[in-house]
């Protein structure tokens, strides 16, 4: 019996030793886990980002000189500009569109088309600043509005419109001579151009407010066509102008300011075929107009008397009227004297025959 137990004895020895070293090493582990807790605990420090963890959270991406960011600070940034829909301005355009393509043919004799890029909403400084030069800028005023807009006309379609007015050959394009003011020629040519359109625009929006838009002086140089604060928004149309083979842009920018005093008829929505008007909804009220019941009331007369007189009115005081039975009464509703005649009786009711329509206090 003693050699058996020997034999078990050592079998039962590297159990027990592997079982205390597994122990031992799950012991350690988790001492070690606890005192990374602990560093990153409140007894210890937080890690600190490096610059690169810094950029990526901010959205900076690497090789951007223009300091371009997507993050952050383009949240930030993109609501200093709030846009608002305006549904008539797109129609006011669309109708711009349609004129100008019709008024510039008359004024160069030459086939022009004319689309409507799109419609933004931009900061006036950052507009200014995005301009590529040279560029002839035209500030305009909108006298019943009493404020200003701005149309920039850039290089290439100044230079076609000279080539197309002076007799320039089809099918070939406008000569571009960079590097020197524009003459006195180009600008009375432009200006031109300009007053055509500004009589556009004007027509465009007579459907919704009559407005005259006045040309006021033309610029080369945006820091002297400033009409507005840099921080303010804008509204900026750009046209595409296409004379066959030859062409450009013209950027019409309306500042908000200049559209508040029709900024209720803006933002209505475009139904039916007429401008701003629903024929269907108008003939519904007018018809539903002769079915709505109005009060009447008949003053048999009247007297003026002093608020001293007034206040000394008790129970029992009489008051002196000069209405006589043929004396004429006025039929109001309101305020508003609607018809004149005469008291009377029918049918055992006391009646009115109205003689005429009664005039309107002045």
Known sequence: ????????????????????????????????????????????????????????????????DDGAQSGIEAIIDSGMVSYERLPMLEIVYDRLVRMMSTSLRNFTSDNVEVSLDNITSIRFGDYLN??????????????????????????????????????????????????????????NLVERMINVVLADLSAAFDPLSSVTMRFDRLETNPRFATIARPANAAILARLRIDMEDRGGRLELMLPYATLEPVRELLLQMF?????????????????????????????????????????EWERGTFLPLSATPRSEVTLRCGAIPMFTGHMGQKSGNIAVKIEGKAEADS
């Open 1 to 64: 019996m003693s050699d058996e137990e020997d034999i078990a004895r050592d079998m039962e020895a590297p159990a027990e030793d592997g079982e205390d070293g597994e122990d031992d090493a799950l012991a350690e582990e988790w001492a070690a886990m606890a005192d990374d807790d602990d560093d990153m605990g409140g007894g210890g420090s937080a890690r600190v980002l490096n610059q690169d963890e810094i950029d990526s959270l901010l959205g900076f991406q690497e090789g951007d």
């Open 130 to 187: 995005s301009i590529p030069l040279p560029a002839m800028l035209t500030v305009f005023k909108a006298e019943e509005w009493d404020n200003y807009g701005l149309i920039t006309v850039d290089s290439s379609l100044i230079y076609s419109i000279v080539d197309v007015l002076l007799g320039g050959r089809r099918g070939t394009a406008a000569m571009r001579i960079e590097g020197r003011p524009y003459t006195t020629i180009e600008r």
């Open 271 to 311: 139904m039916g075929e007429k401008f701003g008007r629903d024929s269907i909804w108008e003939n519904h009220l007018a018809t539903e107009l002769w079915f709505t019941d109005v009060p009447i009331e008949v003053v048999l007369d009247e007297m003026q008397s002093t608020l001293g007189h007034v206040l």
